[in-house]
């Protein structure tokens, strides 16, 4: 096993975060994405009101990862949120269209926790031909999603890694 590949914590920066909603297809969510500190903890937090009119409903933030050639068990995060259900989705070359990735759950709680979500309970979005695992090798993408209802979003998150 190797050594955890930080993505995130704000010491050890890989990442260079993209905020996206659905207005980029015509929907109507709004966003918002900033950096913060609470009690010593730097963090970014994603907000605002995911809307499903006009063929809309999520908001993210993503970035590019390299997660070179090692095997990793999953992704661990440091987050809060307002006890929503939120989405980390995985991209790879295999996953080349917008609709296309792979993508596991949790909930925010409003309380600081660590979550490992390992890559066993990802789920394949996508047509047959995208594997049915995905390979922590091929991780080309990593995001934070608010998903798929009517609902105001918060999650923040402190850290993210591959374990």
Known sequence: MADNL?????????????????????GLSEIKFTKLSDEDINFYRLEGEVSTKNNGGFIQ???RVDAGSDDYEGVRIKTRGNGEVYEIHLRTPATFLPWQYYKATFTANDNWEILDIPFTSFQRVGPA???????SSKVNWIAVVAYGKDFYAEVDLAK????
């Open 160 to 163: 993210i890694e591959l374990y």
């Open 129 to 135: 031909y995208v594997p049915r695992k995905v390979k």
């Open 6 to 26: 930080v993505i995130e914590d704000f010491d050890n920066n890989r990442a260079q975060w993209d905020p996206v909603s659905d207005q980029v297809m015509g």
């Open 61 to 63: 933030f993503r970035s």
